[in-house]
């Protein structure tokens, strides 16, 4: 069973998902990949972990570092679970690059190497916005790179987190926007 609830953001709607195990989703109304992980039988209803999902969100909208995560529980490959779980890992206000997020999976994983491209591939389909923070993912050039909520909302996200986003560029064609 999936347990909806929408939750009103200065973005815009969320539209929050969980099953038992935890937040299985969380996405802007009209995001790319909206919804695309629901299944099954869902049902709108305040649960414990919609609940801790939406305390942690007032905090951070309110512009304080969130403390602990609500439980997790994002369908995906095993792949795009293991970036989603280092995504949770960018500390607040901090941001990362693919080619980081890259570096550190080989590492993780015991690999020479990895690409940055399947790794901005996971990031992408990350279903859980704003907790899970893909928004904190930028380019290796200082580019904004693509969200899948819209760039102006990760504009918005990087802002109230206290990052200068006058020192990031916007990209001007290609698949990033």
């Known amino acids: ?33 909206f919804a695309r992980t629901l299944t099954g039988e869902r049902i709108e209803r305040e649960t414990s972990v919609l609940a801790e999902a939406k305390r942690w969100l007032d905090r951070y909208f309110s512009g304080e570092a969130p403390d602990r995560l609500p439980p997790l529980h994002p369908q995906g490959s095993d792949f795009q679970k293991a970036v989603w779980e280092l995504l949770v890992r960018i500390p607040y206000g901090r941001t990362m690059t693919y080619g980081e997020l890259a570096a550190a999976l080989a590492v993780q994983q015991g690999r020479g190497r990895m690409s940055a491209q399947a790794v901005g591939g996971a990031v992408g389909h990350n279903p859980i916005s704003v907790i899970v923070p893909c928004h904190r993912v930028v380019g290796a050039s200082g580019s904004l790179t693509g969200y899948a909520g819209g760039l102006e909302k990760k504009r918005y996200l990087l802002s109230l987190e206290g990052i200068d986003v006058t020192t990031l560029s916007t990209p001007t064609r290609g698949t990033a926007l």
């Open 1 to 33: 069973m999936t347990y909806l609830q929408t939750y009103s953001s200065p973005l815009g709607e969320l539209l929050l998902a969980a099953d038992e195990t935890g937040l299985t989703g969380a996405w802007f109304e009209g995001q790319k990949y």
